[in-house]
Every structure is written in C-alpha cells, then in structure tokens.
C-alpha cells in the first residue's frame, strides 16, 4: 500500500507538469483525481468505479486530440514562426494598415476562396503560416494583378521565373494567374530560397522580391566588411527594404487584431473550392452553366484562363466551389464531349488567312491548323474550315484577358482620346514619346507593362492632355481621330478613281490620303486597291 501511495504521489508530482502546456491550450480535457477528496467522478475505460483509493484517470485518446479551429485565421497564427514582428522597421507598416480597415475588408473579401487552399499548401512543407500572407503584400490577394514589370497573379510572378519553376504561359492560358499552380510555384521558389540563405526566411522573403542575386550580393558585400548580414543590416532596393517589414506588419496584426482596433472577417477553416478533372476544352461561359455560377466567377476561381475557353493542350481542371461540384459533374458527365465547344463552318474566301480567321474567330493559328488538319499556313478559297467558336457574345466573357483590357481602356484619363493602330516596330516608349505622355501612364492606361511587346494591328489608347496637343496627332497611326464625329472608313478604288476626285468626295485632302496610306508620288490608284480614311461623318452626304 506505501509502494502505491508513493505511486499515487509521484504521478501528482509529474503529470500535471508534463500536461498543462496542452490543458492551457484547451487541446485535452482536465485531468480528474477521483477519491474522498474529489466531488468529480469520470468513467474510465475498463477501470473500477468502486475503488476506494483515489486515481488518476486518463482521458479517452479520442477526446484528447485537438478540435480544429473554426476560423481560419486562428490557423494561420498557430503557426506563425517568423522572427521580428515587432522590429522598429515594422511599426510604420503596421500604423497603416490598422488605419485602413477598409483595405483589410476588400483583402479578406478577394482572399477568401483562395486563404484554404494556400495555407493547407504553406502547412504542408512546414512552413511559417506568415508566407500564407505574402499575397497581400504582392497583389493584395487580386488574383487578375499585372504590375509595371511585367508581374502577374497572387503572386506576382513575372514570365521568366514563372517558366523556371514551369508556369506554362500561352495565349489560352497563364499560370501565373492560376492559383494552385502559382501556390506550388512560389513555395517551390521560397524554398529553394530558404536553402539558399541557410535557413535565414528574411533574406529569403527579400531575394524573392528582388532576386536572389541582389541578396547575395549586399550579404557578401556586408561580410566583406565584417558587417552584420540580417535583413535589416543589409543594403537593399528600396522596394526590397519595404517588402518584409510589410509582411512582418500584416502578421503582427492578423495575429493580435483587438491589439490594433481591427476586425478581421471570419473565414471557415474548411476547403472552398475544388478541382474537377475535364478531359477536353469547354467554353467557360458552358461551365459556368453548368456548375451553377456566374462567368466572372468561374474567372475569379480560374483566373489563368485568358480567353473563353480553357486551353485546347490542356490541363484539363476547372477549380469550383466545393459545394457545386456534384451538380457540374452530373451534368458534364450527360454533355457529349464534343458539345464542350461550339464549331462553325466557315467557307474560305479570296484574301483569307489562317491569320485573319484567327484573329476574327478569337483563336488561335495552332488550333485552326489542329482542328483541320493542315501542316502549313495555306488555305485556298472554296475550302472549307471547321472553327471552334464562343457560345455567347465576347462581352460576356468579361473577365477575359480582352475585355479585362477594354475595360481597363475605357477608363477616362482626359477629355481627348486617341486610339493608335500598332505598326511593325512600335514600342510603347515610342508611341509615349510621339504624343508626349509617360510611358508608365501609356502602360497604365492600356493594361499593360512598359516592357510589353506590341503586336502590329493592336489597339492602344492615348488620352491627349490638352486641345494644344491635337496636332501631335498623326492620323495615319490610329483607329479614329480625337472627336466623336469622326470614323475610319475603308475604300476600294475604282475605275476611273484618282486622290482628288476621292479627297473631295469624302471631304478631307490629298496630302492626308496620302500619309494615312503612306502613298508615294508618281505612283497611280489601281482598281481594287483599298485605302483607308478618317472622315468626319458630319460632312458626308451618302458617301458611307
């Protein structure tokens, strides 16, 4: 009987020492002692109700596992492991984001279909949950971002070290934009990084931003120098010494938000969205049909897929809300596959191109060549080609690459509009420079970045400041002149037709026909030649 009191003593001593991190984390019921001194009784398995020394007795296994949390965020700062939340370098980000709560509610807004996903994805390689955050930093969880160097997606990768860490990009499909690819993209990034600076996730985060060569270079140049070489010692971009410390702010506030006056909206700790399998192309606006959604959310769940349709090459996967998937499975599953997409048959005239077809059908050369089977560009008039086509306007894809960028274009900077026609070798810089704008506004005001590519035919809108600056327009570079009377008009020559009799039958001059057209003198008009006008609809009189 001592042998057991001492026993009894002993696990009195031990236990509640060895159990109390866990009972403080309200992980495992409290532990009761059962006896003369204890009100409290519990059942235990297998065990003596009846016995008159007290004992411990231990909780069922199964109760003692820890419920997950219900919300989300408590998720993310259980495994929060990053040093220096609270570092001076942190408190002028933090001040700011705890006075813009209006920001934080559109942040949690865009983030929450894609929070789950992320952080499941973080957890899994062991990772600080703060990395969870880093979208807000770098596209503020906007998963269509396009910044001015060329960066795209949640997160923010630009095209070369997408291609790196294998982020197919084609005219279809951008995996940049695709969230779990981009996800697994980026973690592969951070973590090849994390090697790189030897466990350090500071210079990680910071060669992430600016490059692992840029990192390398201020460590090496501060250890030269018998320099500290953390984060905070180094000599870094500007962008790069705000970057961490806005991570190191957004954590510190996710993590104690009463601390800071804000509210953080609740996000289910549960999957939102899911990914089903295709085994072909479908037209976005049919799955949205399908599924039971909206076009623009079957692109805020897909962002990646440019078009309106999913890429021809694959792969074949569709991310949706969880709870829609039975009902697009079902239903696709009744669709004959070859009812994914809808196909027109168009006979081939004089003057068509593999090209031009493309471009009018919203498709591609590849796939036209694909579909019809053909090995070359040439196609003969009297042929006929099948297309796929979109089952609805292109309108109504109004999350597309496309109507993102007219959208993004009809946006009013001014009073005076110009939309320019690309021709072979413009850039940006020059087109800029021409009309006397930034080329960071031309960027800007076009969706795109100052290093894009231009393509010749393509569409770009300047807005022209001030009424004095008309005349730097050349009206052989655009689609319509400044002026809501005015329209481009095509003309073909006929029998008989010289410059002047058509200058005066529309209305403008010789020496304007001529530079819209890039004629040359001396040369003459021959039947069938067509020429371009900018004519001012207010002045005709039957001519169109």
């Given at each position: 009987?001592a ?123 062991n ?13 503020a ?36 934009r ?13 973590e ?7 466990g ?6 910071a ?15 501060n ?50 969205l ?14 949205a ?28 996967r569709l ?50 060549r ?107 570079h ?67």
């Amino acid at each position: 009987m001592a042998a057991m009191a001492e026993i009894r003593s002993t696990m009195r001593r031990i236990l509640p020492l060895v159990l109390l991190p866990i009972m403080l984390a309200g992980c495992i019921p409290q532990l009761t002692l059962r006896g003369s001194n204890s009100d409290s009784t519990i059942v235990t398995a297998g065990g003596d109700s009846d016995n008159a020394h007290g004992q411990w007795q231990l909780p069922d296994l199964a109760a003692a596992i820890c419920e997950p949390p219900h919300n989300l965020w408590e998720r993310v700062r259980a495994g929060m492991t990053l040093p220096d939340h609270h570092h001076p370098g942190v408190q002028a980000d933090l001040d700011w984001y705890a006075r813009h709560q209006g920001y934080l509610d559109r942040v949690v807004e865009r983030a929450t279909p894609y929070l789950y996903l992320v952080v499941q994805a973080v957890e899994e390689r062991n990772m600080p949950t703060e990395i969870a955050l880093l979208p807000v930093v770098e596209s503020a969880y906007q998963p269509f971002a396009y910044s001015h160097g060329r960066a795209a997606g949640l997160w923010q990768f630009i095209p070369g070290t997408g291609r790196r860490f294998d982020l197919k990009q084609n005219w279809w499909y951008d995996g940049r934009r695709d969230v779990a690819a981009s996800t697994r993209a980026a973690l592969d990034y951070l973590e090849y990084l994390h090697d790189e600076f030897h466990g350090d996730w500071l210079l990680a985060l910071a060669a992430y931003n600016s490059g692992e060569g840029t990192v390398q270079r201020a460590v090496a140049y501060n250890r030269r120098r018998g320099k500290p070489i953390d984060f905070w010692s180094l000599d870094l971009p500007k962008e790069t010494r705000g970057y961490v410390p806005k991570l190191l702010a957004i954590a510190d506030l996710v993590q104690s938000p009463k601390k800071y006056d804000v509210t953080l909206t609740p996000i289910p700790n549960q999957p939102y969205l899911a990914e089903v399998k295709l085994s072909s192309q479908i037209d976005l606006a049919l799955a949205a049909e399908l599924a039971g959604v909206s076009i623009e959310d079957i692109y805020r769940y897909n962002p990646a897929f440019n078009r309106w349709a999913t890429d021809p090459n694959g792969r074949h996967r569709l991310l949706l809300p969880i709870d829609k998937v039975d009902q697009f499975e079902a239903r696709l599953a009744e669709l004959p596959p070859g009812e994914r997409i809808h196909w027109k048959r168009h006979m081939v005239k004089p003057g068509d191109s593999l090209l031009t077809l493309a471009k009018r059908y919203h498709t591609t050369v590849d796939m036209l060549r694909r579909v019809n089977g053909l090995h070359g560009n040439i196609i003969r008039a009297g042929h006929t080609l099948t297309i796929p086509v979109a089952t609805r306007k292109f309108s109504s894809y109004r999350l597309s690459a496309e109507q993102r960028r007219l959208t993004t274009q009809n946006q009013a900077h001014g009073s005076n509009k110009v939309v320019y026609e690309v021709r072979p070798g413009d850039t940006l810089w020059d087109i800029a420079r021409q009309y006397k704008v930034g080329v960071q506004e031309l960027a800007k005001w076009n969706g795109m970045a100052p290093r894009d590519p231009l393509s010749p035919g393509k569409h770009i809108v300047i807005w022209i400041r001030a009424a004095t600056e008309l005349s730097l327009v050349n009206p052989a570079h655009f689609t319509y002149p400044i002026g809501k009377t005015h329209q481009r008009l095509g003309y073909t020559v006929r029998n008989g037709d010289s410059l002047a009799r058509i200058a005066e039958r529309f209305r403008v001059t010789v020496h304007n026909l001529k530079r819209w057209n890039k004629l040359h003198d001396g040369r003459y008009l021959q039947p069938g030649q067509r020429l371009t006008l900018y004519v001012d609809v207010t002045k005709q009189s039957g001519n169109i």
